[in-house]
């Protein structure tokens, strides 16, 4: 590729969410790339279909933002659920769309990130924009729901789908999805102090859900804990299963090693404290817990539950992997990172070096290479 | 210029803007004769998402109007369209292709012929893997697309080649792609690389893609393969309408010089890529192509074989035999027997054995040759065998053991059966006084004497309508003769057919004959094969019952399975008014009538709705005191503690109504029970109305137990590997997943254990609350505990034929998941009977989900016991045990007899599977041995090995079968069953 800093125009990027501020994955990426392409030079608009559910605070933001349902509609910042009415909505809110895309310049980019938001989009106009879809989770967990069969529906005329490896978007291609691609999630954070690696103490991130199958981190404790009586797991996160777990904790009577830490607003904190980390999810796209951890030069433990995790761990390199729900395969990866401090060190500065492979440099480059490959 | 240098360029020629950029993607649309399609073919160019393509078109010197479209279409698209025309017709789709190269200007390349469209995407992919991986080629999925089949069948172009994105740095990495993938056209090429490596075509031959991508695949410093579809073929399967029926007609001679042509470019072109390779050194790839040579390419070949005469035959093999002198002989033990068999009788020239080989080939079931035993080995015929040139090889190729025709009974064989004579009426047709016999003979194949000459034979002829369904219209005739000839059956019959087969009409065209063989009152059934062409010809007056209007005369025909078949002549006139009938309304109301009946009978039989009628209206019946239903093993088998149970309770004379589930065949199952199929509607039926359910593994997860039904799960074994939720299966699932798989688990209102480790181990991970613990031990252990005090050898070793002074060894492997349904030993077998024949015999017992077949060299020394329904018996009897990770060892322990641990793939079972509840290696009543020497070793004494380890048995048998007294079942029948003792 040319060396040129600036290769690509400037565009407008259209960035199509369910909401601009749902708390969450998506909403977080969406901005994170929004600063990012605003950085670059280019005008960036946020636009979301409905207000969120549950808000998340964005600060002062460098560019503009819209919501479709505004909360001026007859139905309060909803679309109306079936039939005559919601189609009119759909077609006056995708009118406004329309208005927003032909104010733009040639070469502007629509990026859907959540397939939700295409059924408005494609009522709107695109002609002459190159319209991107998105899917931020594995194709596995894709299947599971109703949005399989609404990607497959909706996302076929754009002109290119993206998800999060080659692995899920060889999967999508195999349904027929054609357009398919991949685009890896940028890194969040570089912290600028690696973690020393000197507590005894092994880490866990993530919400309290079932998804994040913290039942199954118990179990596997129960298994690693008594070789290890010097050690504590530090559970960070809140949540639903809450109750459910700590029961748990202590049928298995693992209250003296388990830490409750609650949700943390420090994540590289967290992981300063930690000499591993340990993930133990049922599904994951491409987890930013693990790329955190090893930007804090935390060896990984984990479930090899989806491609983006085998994508973001070398396993025996700079992380060590388990068969998806074989705790006690999880648990003798805990225990060799536990018991020999030359292999976390080794592991833990490996993955602080590879994770660099996903900056937020390396992957805005990725982008608008990309925008430039649409376009021939 | 993109103008044919022959022509002034008139107005509508573009110009060529000097200014324009090379476009990123050529394709090369190849064209003759076929300018109705062009278009299309061009318009999926031009829809491309890539806009960076141009179109250039090359005709190969058209009769019709192509060139004219080409030019058309040129000057509509200036700049992204050219015409090309060759000088003159070069025949074939080389020279075109070559030119389109020269001519083109993308940095790469793609071939697209006239026929067929390119996927909208194709471009875009392609030129993304490329410029992502600098690949020379990129490859994506070709899709073959049947335009005239009605529901728009569409079949992938060797899709396993094409499931993930993948780069190789060369074609030897993966030697499938060449030996398969053969097309030029669903390709990207560098154009830089093609003219670097002066690519080109091959003209004036055939089959010219299969040397051009070889070449290409060899040149390529870097080839991607991309998932995705790029290229759609597009099949017309019925080019003029012909029939079926002339595939079984002889070709006519210049039919069969095409083919001969045909036959002989495609070796010329194998020829030059066997070249190719060996200048590449790439001979590994030699190795995979003979392969595929022997398994797909001739096979094609060989199955037209039967439907040609001497001459072609004669032609073809010296083609063919020319051609197989070049192939690796080691490539035969690669490919399935039977393919094997007919290339080396080929080579040989050894029609009399090759033709019923093809039998084989295209029946693949079938059993036609003599078959012949020789040094316990069995083989394809006794030819062969001795040749003094290559007897070693025949020997390899034509033992067919492994396929175990000689363990099957002559019930469960699929004879071949010759068709030697056939002879119609003489009179000819019409006249309908008593002209409608023919006369018919052949002879069956008798494999290994499976018929044995004094047998009592007797045989009939059927003819039956083809259709899908019941067979509810069968005519038969008896075989007036049936001779036992030694390696074959000779039979001869007469069947008037104007008199004794009254087909409906219109609905029933075609019939299909078979002869059902009984031997000794044992039915075999076979279909008539017609081996010559031409054997079978006339046409015999048949009286139809509907309507003689339709048709009057029947004539017979060979299937493509080589199989006599008879076929209602339509009446030319009568046929079209009938036609018209079924296309028009009439036929289109018959037929959606006849499909809607077919749908609701189909909803009917699902499973949905049987589980709705179990539910809604099979448990509003009231519960049927002192109804039991028993099931072990899923209905697979009878056996285990439901048997164990139910006989104790037979024994105690205890009344009560008996019912036993089975799954596919109830023999073998206790007379004195009712029987029910398993997913049948008494099935479900009893299971709703029961007052106990008996049960050793699971009832259909979804049948909710009623409260007034008991349900004493006895399960079938302790655990060694983890199960449960302790699997990573289940620890997986969603919690609602979970929680319903719970609810069919709560059903167990008791559950069986023999010890505290099954306590610690399977109540908790099927999550069981303490009181449904019954701690009584298995009842189908009794029978152990008891054969443990009563010394002497059951019956069952007179039943098996075990001489007195063999000591009884049992071989009893846990399950393994495997491709194939087809177990392999993990040790030679022979060698087994070779070293310890004299001693032991050897009973093997796969488990009921893996087949294992044996040669005839180890009878009476290896004994195959899979199908005995309980094992129980069978542990009773051995005086040793050879397992691996089975739970029979936790029930064996009990008799205090020596056992053998061959755990020869130990690490990948333990740690790459789900996981252990201990170590086996340090618990292990009795050596655990790895490999096959040391298993023969250990074997050496058994006395030695029983004192060795009498102490770990007596640890082994306290932990874990602590409550296996004897008495389980009766136990069991005092707790709940107590009360239906007669009295």
Known sequence: ?376 | MNVDPRRSPGPEEPHEAPHTAAPAVSVVVIVYNDEARLPTAVRSVLDQTLRSVEVVIVDDRSTDGSYEVARRLAAEHPGRVRAHRLPENSGGCGAPRNHGIQRARGDHVMFLDSDDVLERNACRNMLEAAETTGADLVSGLCVRVHVDARSGKEVKWYPWLYTRTRTLDSISELPDLLVFDTLSTNKCYRRDFLLANALEFPVGIHYEDLLFSAQAYAAARRITLIPNRVYDWNVVDNPGGAGEADKAAAKSISNRRAEIANFTHRMEIHRRVDQLLADRGLAELKFHKDVKFLKHDLVLHLRDLPFRDAAYRQEFAAIARAYLESIDPAAYAEIEPIHAICAYLLRKGDWDNLLPAVDTLTNRDKISAPLVERDGRIYWCAEHLDNPDDGVLARRVLDVTELGYHTRPVGRMFLRNELTAYQGPSGGVGGSGGGGTVRLAGRITNPLGVVPPGARLTGELEFAARRKGVRFQVFRFPVATLRHEGETIAWEAAADLTRGLRPVGIVDAVWDVRLHLQVDGVRTTTRLTASEPGLVTGQLPVRPRLTRLVADRIEPQISSRGHLAFRLVPDKKANALVQRGIHGAPGRLAKSGYRRARAVRRTLASGDTKIRVYHEVFSRLPVKKRLVVFESHLGRQYSDSPRALYEEMRRQGLRFEAVWAYADSAEGFPEDAVLVRRWSMPYLKALARAEFWIDNQSYPLKLTKRPGTTYIQTWHGSALKRMGFDEPEWKLRSRGEQAAQQRTLDRFDRFLVRSEHDVRTLARAFRLKERTLLRVGYPRNDALVRARETPGRPPLAAELGIPEDRKVLLYAPTFRRREQRRFELPFDVERFADTFGDRYVLLVRSHYLNHVVLPPSVRGRVVDVSSHHDVTPLLALADGLITDYSSVMFDYALLDRPMFFFAYDYDEYVHEGRGTYFDLLERAPGPVVRTEDDLYAALGSLQQQSAKYSGARERFVADFGEYDKGHAAESVVDQFFAHWRRT
């Open chain 1, 1 to 376: 590729m040319t060396p040129c800093p600036y290769p690509y125009p400037e565009r407008d990027i259209f960035l199509v969410a369910n909401s601009v501020n749902e708390l969450g994955g998506v909403a977080s990426w969406s901005h994170q790339m929004a600063r990012l392409l605003t950085e670059r030079g280019h005008r960036v608009h946020v636009v979301g279909i409905t207000p969120p559910e549950i808000a998340m605070e964005l600060g002062d933001l460098p560019y503009p933002t819209t919501t479709l349902y505004d909360g001026h509609e007859a139905h309060g910042g909803r679309p109306p659920r079936l039939g005559r009415a919601r189609h009119a909505s759909m077609r006056a809110k995708a009118a406004r769309l329309t208005a927003l895309f032909r104010a733009a310049r040639p070469g502007a980019i629509v990026i859907v990130t959540q397939v939700w938001a295409m059924e408005w989009v494609e009522l709107a106009d695109t002609t002459g924009l190159t319209v991107i879809g998105m899917s931020h989770e594995s194709y596995e967990y894709s299947k599971k729901s109703s949005r399989f069969r609404r990607v497959l529906k909706h996302y076929e005329k754009a002109d290119r789908m993206l998800v999060l490896t080659r692995e899920d978007a060889d999967l999508w291609i195999g349904q027929g999805l054609n357009n398919t691609s991949f685009m890896p999630n940028p890194l969040p954070f570089i912290p600028a102090e690696p973690s020393p690696r000197t507590e005894k103490a092994v880490v866990s991130i993530g919400r309290l859900h079932d998804q994040k199958g913290i039942d199954m981190l118990l179990d596997t404790w129960a298994e690693v804990a008594p070789r290890h009586p010097d050690w504590t797991l530090r559970i960070y996160g809140s949540g639903e299963d809450e109750e459910a777990l700590r029961t748990q904790c202590t049928a298995l009577g693992l209250d003296d090693s388990v830490a409750w830490m609650g949700r943390t607003s420090d994540v590289p904190g967290a992981l300063r404290g930690a000499s591993v980390f340990v993930q133990s999810s049922r599904g994951e796209g491409f987890p930013l817990a693990l790329m955190e951890a090893m930007a804090s030069a935390v060896p990984c433990a984990a479930f090899d539950c989806a491609p983006g995790v085998h994508e973001i761990i070398r396993d025996g390199e700079d992380g060590l992997l388990a068969a998806p729900g074989n705790t006690g395969e999880l648990a003798r990866r805990l225990d060799t990172l536990m018991s020999d401090k030359q292999v976390r060190d080794r592991m833990g500065d490996a993955a602080r070096v590879n994770i660099q492979r996903y900056t937020t440099d390396e992957i805005v480059r990725r982008w608008e290479e990309l925008f430039g490959f649409l376009e021939r």
